[in-house]
């Protein structure tokens, strides 16, 4: 990813809106979101080693509002 982006990767917040077919959240849900996503399917991940993953996603650029 290329600079600049917001700050922060350990997001939390409370649900303000839900889109149309959401069942599992609710207006007002207090939420918080993972740092990184592991792809299930490669060496590590089949170890059960995670944050080893070859094709780890980050979430980058969670200090923000919205």
Known sequence: MESPFL????AAG?????GEGV???KVGDRVVAHNS????KCY???QGQHS???NIMFNFGA????
């Open 37 to 40: 996503a592991p792809c299930n």
């Open 14 to 18: 409370i649900v303000v809106q839900i």
């Open 63 to 66: 200090f923000a509002e919205y």
């Open 7 to 10: 700050f922060g990767h350990e």
């Open 23 to 25: 069942k599992n959240f």
């Open 44 to 46: 590590y991940c089949k």
């Open 52 to 54: 080893m993953c070859e």
